[in-house]
């Protein structure tokens, strides 16, 4: 049925996610979210109907033993058990960053993807911000106010991440215009390069200007924050692997 393809997602788990990279998935999520007509989509409905067990939350009054299906709610059989209101977010391009963080990995999505729980996302296209968030002094801040897991992983939950200090651009000030310009260059040459070495061109030579281009962003980001050298010798020897 045709008209399934309205609610049948592309959809994303953490191991996706790759820094500077368009994610990339051969998975889908049944997005039945709350509200919704099962009626208009009636192969759907026969699917789901094979599941209705698992599906049906638990009433309220149920004195038995184990119950079989999901969580007390006012959700329907069939409904998403929670009602993602945000959920046109997923649709527009956007950040994309792992709860569970081992190394810097903010990725960029514009292919609508859906994600899972353990997926947070920023919903903008600002390949600047991409830039900044990626850059070593980012990691090296992140570093310092959360916590720290099993292996070196971050914990990086909303109220962490969203305590980045972003520079922003002054507007009159051409040389801080210059600045953000290189950067999102930067990014958009290291997002297609990524998207080459993905489709099986010389990798090593990907790797290279990656490289090349990922050292350049962090200069630019010392340069903005007015870090000294000291300072930056401290960045590199803590974000520096």
Same mark, same amino acid.
């Given at each position: 049925d045709k008209k399934s393809a309205e609610i049948i997602k592309p959809f994303l788990a953490g191991r996706d996610l790759k820094r500077y990279q368009q994610p990339k998935s051969d998975r889908f999520v049944i997005f039945t979210r709350? +509200?919704?007509?099962?009626?208009?989509?009636?192969?759907?409905?026969?699917?789901?109907?094979?599941?209705?067990?698992?599906?049906? %939350?638990? %009433?309220?009054?149920?004195? +038995?033993? @184990?119950? %079989? +299906?999901? @969580?007390?709610?006012?959700?329907?059989?069939?409904? $998403?058990?929670?009602?993602?209101?945000?959920?046109?977010?997923?649709?527009? %391009?956007?950040?994309?960053?792992?709860? $569970?963080?081992?190394?810097?990995?903010?990725?960029?999505?514009?292919?609508?993807?859906?994600?899972?729980? @353990?997926?947070?996302l920023i919903p903008m296209q600002d390949l600047y911000f991409l830039g900044i968030l990626n850059a070593k002094t980012s990691w090296y801040f992140l570093r310092t106010i959360t916590s720290s897991l099993q292996g070196g992983a971050l914990a990086m939950q909303s109220p962490q991440v969203s305590q980045i200090p972003i520079y922003r651009i002054d507007e009159k000030k051409p040389a801080e215009i210059k600045i953000r310009n290189r950067i999102v260059e930067l990014v958009q040459k290291i997002l297609g390069l990524n998207a080459e070495n993905n489709a099986g061109h010389d990798k090593t030579l990907a790797g290279r200007e990656i490289a090349a281009a990922d050292r350049e $962003?962090? @200069?630019?980001?010392?340069?903005?924050? +007015?870090l000294t050298e000291a300072e930056i010798k401290i960045v590199e020897s803590v974000s520096g692997n």
């Open positions: 709350r +509200g919704i007509d099962i009626k208009n989509y009636p192969a759907i409905e026969k699917h789901l109907s094979n599941f209705r067990t698992q599906l049906t %939350p638990k %009433p309220k009054n149920y004195k +038995g033993d @184990k119950w %079989p +299906g999901r @969580k007390p709610g006012s959700y329907k059989w069939f409904e $998403i058990q929670d009602s993602v209101d945000y959920f046109p977010e997923f649709e527009k %391009p956007k950040i994309l960053y792992q709860e $569970i963080m081992t190394y810097q990995s903010f990725a960029y999505d514009t292919s609508s993807y859906f994600v899972n729980n @353990k997926i947070f $962003i962090d @200069k630019l980001v010392y340069q903005l924050y +007015g």
